[in-house]
């Protein structure tokens, strides 16, 4: 769930040498807001800015229109804060699937004892994932258990892999098959304690 909404924050405020009309006192006060959109109460993106004058005094308030003011806060850096923190968990995210998938790829070539491969299979238009887990790698010839249970997520064959025992999760029967059979797999993911 995402909480989402807008905020307005106060960007500063120049006692300016104008007069109120009200009370006839100089010394109104000009503030600047600036309007962000928030991300889990975090300042996201700045919308827009606006403006206002108030008299300290008789606590009018005005439009700066009206004194033929202008808006002269800059948006703060901490404004773009939603923005940058998004921005760099996005880049982080990428970062950790391209090491991910160097290392499937890695471990692909050169397969040991041990690993937990997720296969990506197609069954009746949805995909499915079974895994098998490597017994002995000697030379070409790679010994491996098979799953007996197929998971409709990656996660979630991961997460069963990691527990699986011979004879529960996993067939009591050794399965053989070469190197280049190996590679020629639909590997999704491949795990190496």
Request: with cysteine; aromatic share 12%; charged share 20%.
């Amino acid at each position: 769930m995402i909480i989402w909404g807008w905020t307005e924050k106060l960007l500063g405020s120049i006692i300016t040498n104008l007069t109120c009309t009200n009370c006839g006192k100089s010394g109104l006060v000009s503030y600047t807001f600036q309007r962000f959109f928030t991300i889990f109460f975090i300042p996201t993106i700045p919308l827009g800015k606006r403006g206002t004058l108030g008299c300290p005094s008789c606590g009018t308030a005005f439009l700066p229109e009206n004194f033929n003011q202008t808006v002269t806060h800059k948006t703060p850096w901490w404004g773009f804060s939603g923005l940058i923190l998004f921005g760099s968990l996005i880049a982080l995210g990428i970062g950790v699937g391209i090491v991910e998938s160097q290392n499937t790829s890695s471990y692909i070539q050169d397969p040991q004892a041990n690993d937990i491969v997720v296969l990506k299979v197609k069954d009746d238009s949805k995909d499915m994932y079974p895994y098998i887990k490597l017994k002995s790698v000697d030379g070409d010839k790679i010994t491996y258990y098979q799953s007996k249970y197929s998971y409709s997520r990656e996660r979630d064959t991961l997460k069963e892999a990691r527990n699986a025992k011979v004879g529960t999760e996993l067939d009591e029967e050794v399965h053989e098959m070469s190197k280049d059979e190996f590679k020629k797999l639909n590997i999704s993911v491949i795990e190496r304690p």
